[in-house]
């Protein structure tokens, strides 16, 4: 059933924000340059790595430059990039990854392999055990503010408890999070 109403919600959101995302990848374009889509190695359901996709916020080769987070004033994020972000838009493509079966609409944020060392392995097991989403607890309840600690427990909270009502209300709540408070 998630499986069924992740692809009906993402297949309607990508019809009905097809022009939203026209714009915005016009405007990475004319900012900075192609490619306008950032690809990343993600770590996904059962441990499974795949290629998430997302606008592109910063600089070219921006992960030659820094770490895999990001912080507040980072200087690698463009103009384009800081409005993306804080309104969450950075995130449309990954809708198809939803699309691919390699994300859920609801789920811990997927990791990128070098944040394996951060768990131990029976955390790393229950977080892999349910398919990462582009929203999740940690998002939606703390945005960017939670702390690495704070944003595991919701992330394994959401693991052991997820239900088709966790995640409508999830996905609740994200949506009155797209105020842009909070993101870097």
């Not at 499974?48 to 070219?60: L, T």
């Not at 690495?148 to 995640?167: G, I, K, T, V």
Request: net charge positive; aromatic share 6%; with cysteine.
């Amino acid at each position: 059933m998630k499986r069924l109403l992740d692809v009906v919600l993402a297949s309607v959101a990508l019809a009905l924000l097809a022009p939203v995302l026209v714009a915005v990848a016009l405007a990475v374009a004319l900012e900075s340059g192609r490619p306008v889509l950032f690809r990343q190695t993600r770590v996904g359901l059962g441990g499974r790595e795949f290629g998430m996709v997302k606008f592109r916020s910063m600089v070219r080769d921006a992960a030659a430059i820094g770490p895999y987070f990001t912080s507040d004033n980072d200087p690698r994020i463009t103009r384009v990039g800081r409005f993306i972000r804080r309104t969450s838009l950075d995130e449309l493509p990954q809708l198809f990854n939803v699309l691919a079966g390699h994300m859920s609409l609801v789920g811990p944020r997927p990791d990128v392999p070098a944040q394996r060392s951060l768990y131990s392995d029976e955390q790393w097991a229950e977080r892999c055990s349910v398919r990462p989403g582009i929203t999740g607890l940690a998002q939606a309840k703390l945005r960017s503010s939670a702390t690495p600690e704070e944003r595991l427990a919701l992330d394994l909270r959401y693991a052991r408890e997820h239900s088709l009502w966790l995640d409508l209300r999830i996905l609740g709540w994200t949506l009155g999070r797209l105020s842009g408070k909070g993101a870097n």
